[in-house]
T-cell receptor
Framework: QKEVEQDPGPLSVPEGAIVSLNCTYS??????FMWYRQYSRKGPELLMY????GNKEDGRFTAQVDKSSKYISLFIRDSQPSDSATYLC????????????FGTGTRLKVLA | DSGVTQTPKHLITATGQRVTLRCSPR?????VYWYQQSLDQGLQFLIQ???????AKGNILERFSAQQFPDLHSELNLSSLELGDSALYFC?????????????FGPGTRLTVL
C-alpha cells in the first residue's frame, strides 16, 4: 500500500463547477500538507500549504486537512478552463525528514 | 517561471549508457532536491542536498548519484541506464531544509532510454 493515495482521474467538470480533489494517507506522522498544480510539460507549482489539521482558504481554493481520518481535500470554486491541470498532493513528517511524499496526481479538465 | 533551471530539456540515449542532468537553483536557495516522475509511480523523491552536503535520501538507485557544487548547482548522474529509467526528472530548490520552506520546481528533463 502506498503512503499517499490519490485518484488519478481524469476528472471532467463544466466551467463554474465546484471541484473536490482528495488524498488519503497512512502515515500518522505527516504534519505538513501541500497541494501542487502541474500543467502539461511543466514542473509542479505550490498552490496551498497547510500545517496540521484545519482549513485554509486562498481565493477560489480551499484546502482541508482531517488528520483523524487521514484525509485531505482541495476545493476549487468557480472552476475555469485555466484550472485544467494535474493536481498533486504532497505530505511531509515533522522536522528532520526533509522529504515530501507525493500522490500520483489527479488530472482535471474544466470544460468551457 | 520558478527561477530554477534544468538542462537539457530532453535527452535520448541507449541502454547501458550514462547521462548527467544539471540543475541551477533559485538565487539564494541552498537546498536542492531531485525527483523522478513516471506515469505509474508519480513523483518520487530521490535525494536532497543542502549547501553542498547530502541531507536526505529517498528511493534513489545505486546506479544514480548526485552532488551539489560550491556554486550550489547540482548534477544528477544516471549510469547503466535501463528502459525503466525513462521518466521526467525534476529538480526543486528551497531556501533551507525545513518542511515549511516552499520547494520551487524546475521545468524538468525528459529522459528517454531506447
Amino acid at each position: 500500500q502506498k503512503e499517499v493515495e490519490q485518484d488519478p482521474g481524469p476528472l471532467s467538470v463544466p466551467e463554474g463547477a465546484i471541484v473536490s480533489l482528495n488524498c488519503t494517507y497512512s502515515n500518522s506522522a505527516f504534519q505538513y500538507f501541500m497541494w501542487y498544480r502541474q500543467y502539461s510539460r511543466k514542473g509542479p507549482e505550490l498552490l496551498m500549504y497547510t500545517y496540521s489539521s484545519g482549513n485554509k482558504e486562498d481565493g477560489r481554493f480551499t484546502a482541508q486537512v482531517d488528520k483523524s481520518s487521514k484525509y485531505i481535500s482541495l476545493f476549487i470554486r468557480d472552476s475555469q478552463p485555466s484550472d485544467s491541470a494535474t493536481y498533486l498532493c504532497a505530505m511531509s513528517a515533522a522536522s528532520g525528514t526533509y522529504k515530501y511524499i507525493f500522490g500520483t496526481g489527479t488530472r482535471l479538465k474544466v470544460l468551457a | 517561471d520558478s527561477g530554477v533551471t534544468q538542462t537539457p530539456k530532453h535527452l535520448i540515449t541507449a541502454t547501458g549508457q550514462r547521462v548527467t542532468l544539471r540543475c541551477s537553483p533559485r538565487s539564494g536557495d541552498l537546498s536542492v532536491y531531485w525527483y523522478q516522475q513516471s506515469l505509474d509511480q508519480g513523483l518520487q523523491f530521490l535525494i536532497q542536498y543542502y549547501n553542498g552536503e547530502e541531507r536526505a535520501k529517498g528511493n534513489i538507485l545505486e546506479r544514480f548519484s548526485a552532488q551539489q557544487f560550491p556554486d550550489l548547482h547540482s548534477e544528477l548522474n544516471l549510469s547503466s541506464l535501463e528502459l525503466g529509467d525513462s521518466a521526467l526528472y525534476f529538480c526543486a530548490s528551497s531556501v533551507g531544509t525545513s518542511e515549511i520552506n516552499e520547494q520551487f520546481f524546475g521545468p524538468g528533463t525528459r529522459l528517454t532510454v531506447l
